[in-house]
Each structure stands twice: as structure tokens, then as C-alpha cells.
């Protein structure tokens, strides 16, 4: 589809897909440098909204999912990893870490960091080595809140909504029109364009 696009479009999109950020994205793909901020903005949405650049974008994004193999249900397990951790799981019967090798993969990855501190006895050996007389391990977690406000997030278990009402409390009339976006209108459209052209 790309051959549909201008090269600055093209450059766009590439963009886009890198930075995620569209003014950036079209600061480096036009020749935006005496241009304002909203008059990049205003330019940079008009682009994003071209129905052309946002199939490329689209396609662009699932190459770049499809190379990474990132799944929305591969998200949701690593999270769930982080979220659901027993901590108990990172230990013996007798209460000791067990050996970073030993642990299953989830608790593995549920995990950011261990420390050490070993204690040394003025003690020394028949080398003259100082003798270890304990460890201290510390074990730093992922955030368990964060994955879990992520993970509800995304099953809509939070709902963001701010309600703004006029100066006499009535409600106030809409400007716009609100659509919801869903992948499958997204390839509608795309399809529809292709049809087009």
C-alpha cells in the first residue's frame, strides 16, 4: 500500500509507528521548522486522519506486532505473571531463596531484582580468608498494583468519566459526534480505500 502514499507521507507513517507521537512525526518527515506547535498539530492530525496513512499505519503496526510477536494475550499473560505472583513460590520449606535457576518462569519473571549482602566474620580460614558467616538476599518484585490496574483496565473494570454539566447544571449539547474505533471498522475502512483505488 505504500506506493499509494507520498514519500513524506510515507516518512509519516514510519514515524508515527517509531515515536508514536504525531507532531514528532511530522516534524521529521515535513519541512515543519517555522512552522507553531498547533499549526504542526493541526497538520499532523489532518495526516493521521488521511483514511491512505492510516492504512499504512495500520499495516505498519501489525508488521511491527507480528515481528515482535506481541499479542495483546501475551501482554495480558506477562501481566498476569506480575499480578498474580505467590511469593511463597520464590522459597524452600525451610524459608530459604530458592537458587534464581530453580524458580518456575512466572515467578522468575515476576521479578526485577535480587541483592546480596553477605556478612563476613573477622574470623578467617586456614587460608586467611575472611569466613562468610550469612547472605542477605533482597528480592525486589515487579509492581503487582500497576499490572493489576493495567490487567482491570483492560477488561473495563475502571471507568474513567468526568461529568460537565452547563452554567445551570442542564447538560450541555454536544459540539461533535463521538465514534468508537474498533479494529474491525479500522480493516472496514482500509478495505473500502483499497476498493476505492
Request: proline share 3%; glycine share 4%; charged share 30%.
Amino acid at each position: 500500500m505504500s506506493h499509494e502514499l507520498t514519500p513524506k507521507q510515507e516518512a509519516f507513517a514510519l514515524k508515527y509507528v517509531e515515536l508514536g507521537n504525531a507532531s514528532e512525526a511530522y516534524r521529521q518527515s515535513y519541512d515543519a521548522e517555522n512552522m507553531l506547535p498547533k499549526s504542526v498539530w493541526e497538520e499532523a492530525s489532518r495526516t493521521l486522519s488521511d483514511l491512505k496513512v492510516a492504512a499504512r499505519i495500520m499495516e505498519l503496526q501489525e508488521l511491527h506486532q507480528k515481528r515482535h510477536a506481541v499479542t495483546v494475550d501475551r501482554v495480558l499473560k506477562e501481566y498476569a505473571k506480575l499480578a498474580f505472583l505467590d511469593i511463597r513460590k520464590a522459597f524452600d520449606e525451610t524459608g530459604n531463596l530458592i537458587p534464581i535457576h530453580e524458580l518456575d518462569d512466572d515467578t522468575a519473571a515476576a521479578i526485577s531484582g535480587i541483592e546480596v549482602d553477605k556478612k563476613v566474620s573477622k574470623i578467617t580460614d586456614e587460608n586467611g580468608e575472611p569466613m562468610v558467616e550469612s547472605y542477605l538476599h533482597k528480592i525486589k518484585l515487579c509492581d503487582k498494583k500497576g499490572a493489576l490496574d493495567s490487567i482491570a483496565r483492560h477488561l473495563g473494570m475502571f471507568v474513567d468519566k468526568t461529568e460537565i454539566t452547563g452554567k445551570d447544571g442542564s447538560a450541555l449539547a454536544p459540539n461533535s459526534v463521538s465514534l468508537t474505533v474498533t479494529p474491525d471498522l479500522v480493516k472496514s475502512i482500509v478495505q473500502q480505500v483499497r476498493d476505492e483505488f
